[in-house]
């Protein structure tokens, strides 16, 4: 079975350019979340779904982020316009809903994304 | 509010010994669970284990054991006679167990590395 995809791998764009991320979560996963790696903030929860519906957005940054996920096999994130300290991995992960409390969240490659 | 700590940033052993990494959490719930993930040195994430807090035995998977004792708040994860594909980044994570409550809180991670 084919774990979580995510495209690109690699992205390197210039300040002010917009910038999708994007994400294809397991098949027959019922949560998708959005998470950014940097060195000093570390792991952080930036938004998740549950089918298809956004949960929790608590954790974007500011107006210049949005996601969406416009059916259960696809999500994107957006930055527009990219600033230099957006730059980090992007990491994209899905989960099954069992109703036996939180599952565990398989990951995707991520994305490393550098703002020049 | 719910917290991970993993005071040990970076641990450095020779091949063959044995290492314990350790995780702190702090949560209010009786309801929780306990997760431990490996970055290996290409980036991506993966998972090794997850535990409910009403589960308090120990569990061994091959070389890897995890101790999770609720008196002290504490899910070390020890790995025996170590190898050098062990080296990676370990993060500790804890999660609420309220239903629909998929949040993730990471520790800051422990970078292991394993000398030949």
């Known amino acids: 079975d084919a774990g979580v995809i995510q495209s690109p791998r690699h992205e390197v764009t210039e300040m002010g350019q917009e910038v999708t991320l994007r994400c294809k979560p397991i098949?027959?996963?019922?949560?998708l979340f959005w998470y950014r790696q940097t060195m000093m903030r570390g792991l952080e929860l930036l938004i998740y779904f549950n089918n298809n519906v956004p949960i929790d957005d608590s954790g974007m940054p500011e107006d210049r982020f949005s996601a969406k996920m416009p059916n259960a096999s696809f999500s994107t994130l957006k930055i527009q316009p990219s600033e230099p300290r957006d730059s980090a991995v992007y990491f994209c992960?899905?989960?099954?809903?069992?109703?036996?409390?939180?599952?565990?969240?398989?990951f995707g490659p991520g994305t490393r994304l550098t703002v020049l | 509010a719910q917290k991970v700590t993993q005071a040990q940033t970076e641990i450095s052993v020779v091949e063959k010994e044995d290492v314990t990494l350790d995780c702190v959490y702090e949560t209010r719930d009786t309801t929780y669970y306990l997760f431990w993930y490996k970055q290996p040195p290409s980036g991506e994430l993966v998972f090794l284990i997850r535990?409910?807090?009403?589960?308090?035995q120990n569990e061994i998977s091959g070389r890897y054991s995890w101790n999770f004792q609720k008196s002290t708040s504490s899910f070390n994860f020890t790995i025996t006679a170590s190898q050098v594909v062990d080296s990676a980044v370990y993060f500790c994570a804890l999660s609420e167990g309220n239903f629909g409550n998929e949040k993730l809180t990471f520790g800051t991670g422990t970078r292991l590395t394993i000398i030949p």
């Open positions: 098949s027959g996963h019922d949560y």
């Open positions: 992960a899905s989960s099954l809903e069992r109703g036996i409390g939180t599952d565990t969240q398989y």
């Open positions: 535990r409910n807090s009403f589960d308090e």
